[in-house]
């Protein structure tokens, strides 16, 4: 037991560097002034090059192979043995990569993003083009460190999404496009609700009051303002988050505070005692962005929520112009829209699949740079039906790429995909959920999520957990049935 002690110490110090990089991040994102990024980015990436120190430490890797021996692993627990596993896959990862490459890496997305600025202001690919050029050859040669069976995107997409490839997001995504394309063919024009006025300060009330009552503790979190929205952990008795206002439109603030209270009930969730290592951490952004949607898009838009919703607004702004009804269909509505940021629950997949396509094939090389921004928009046509009016609103609109975040975007819909299934197996586990909602009743719920999800930490890979909780693999029906019903509120 003295290795295993001496490993969750090692573990907990370096979830402690992590904890500083988090309140760095967070407040760069929430406080810095604008001439104190570069030097922060330097702290971040000394911080960062310290923990990859650690994890491939010579004395820390010989203490893990000890453990990870089938003679030692036997001796422990089901939990330590998650420990050693989990911690195994993450300095196997982090040994393939080296420093050097490490360093190469920030270096060239700390040159790509303000070029990536540049560009979409100007409207202008070519700006970009040559810096992304680097960055999809440097993912390759990270995909060929990493190794892979199939498509160097594989090597990627694990890294994010454990155990998830190509064949298995293809299986899953082309159908899933092919069902919301034909859906939208339907959809009429998008509601609207008359201008209203929505004093700041009392939207900062009512989004306390509400996620407070959905189950986020604000004596372990906090909520701020910052242009991304965005959720962070320092500790599972400190995860913030952040939201941003618009004086028009209330859900600008309250659906980003959902979102984000999602993801950090998750965190609240998490097992204290095993702080620091793998068995109290989350389990994926796939899982993750479960649970921000489950929240944001399954119990917020649902008609009983929109009842228990309706009173607050009136009590906090006065008489409304619209009824219950009209915010109902306005909330739920679905539009075509070229930004992905902007777009609604059923076309936004679309989005993520046209990103998923076109990251395969650079990463296969079967697309070209050069090619991006007319397949781009060629794509654009096919799936959503529109026309792209300039690269700022097409190609350029994500920052994703400048960051050299290549593979993240899938587990925006594998998010929804899971929170589908997810709250179809919490509806059918408990069957007057939704009725406890219209009456502000959301504990049987996050009780269900602590005791299935939270609190297993990384127990469990995603598809395992999915598997596990709902009885059977992913699957996409669980999704478009759900985004039916928000055609049908739109037809
Ligand atoms: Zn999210």
Known sequence: MIDLDNLKN???????????MAVLGWDEEVNLPPNGHVFRGEVLAQLSADIHKRLTDKQFVTLLNKLNKPDSLKKLSLDNQ???????????????????????????????????????????????????????????????????????????????EPGMNTKKLDAVFEPLAKSISDMIKTIAKSPKLPTTIYDLAKQNELNHD????????????RID??????????????????????????????????????????EQGLPAKYWGTPRGESM?????????????NFVCKSQPFVSYLYPLLVKKYGTLKYTEEQLYKWLNRVERNPIRVESDEVTYNLHIIIRYEIEKDLMEGKLQISDLPRVWNEKMKQYLGLDVANDALGVLQDVHWAHGAVGYFPSYTLGNLNAAQLYAAAKKAMP?????????????????????????????????????ITGEDLNPAYLAEHLETKIKLAS
Request: glycine share 6%; aromatic share 10%.
């Open 225 to 266: 303002t910052s242009p991304h929205p965005f959720q962070t952990t320092l500790h599972v008795t400190d995860v913030r988050v952040t939201t941003r206002y618009d004086e028009k439109d209330f859900w600008v603030s309250l659906g980003s505070v959902i979102h984000e209270t999602g993801h950090a009930m998750y």
């Open 432 to 468: 007057s959920l939704e009725a406890g909602f219209a009456k502000g009743e959301f504990k049987q719920l996050l009780d269900w999520l602590r005791v299935n999800i939270h609190s297993k930490g990384r127990t469990y890979s995603s598809t395992d957990l999915i598997k596990h």
């Open 210 to 221: 509400i996620v407070a009552t959905i189950g986020y503790d604000l004596e372990s979190g």
């Open 10 to 20: 090692q573990l907990q110090v370096i979830a402690k560097y992590g904890s500083a």
């Open 82 to 160: 998650v420990i050693v596993r989990e911690t195994k896959k993450d300095v196997d990862l982090a040994t393939k990569l080296p420093t050097e490459f490490i360093e190469r890496s920030v270096k060239l997305s700390s040159k790509a993003f303000p070029l990536w600025a540049k560009a979409r202001e100007k409207s202008d690919f070519s700006i970009f083009a040559p810096v992304l050029e680097e960055t999809i050859k440097l993912k390759q040669e990270e995909a060929e460190l990493i190794g892979y069976k199939d498509s160097p995107y594989d090597a990627l997409l694990d890294a994010f």
């Open 284 to 296: 994926s952004l796939g899982i993750h962005e479960s649970q921000s949607r489950l929240w944001e």
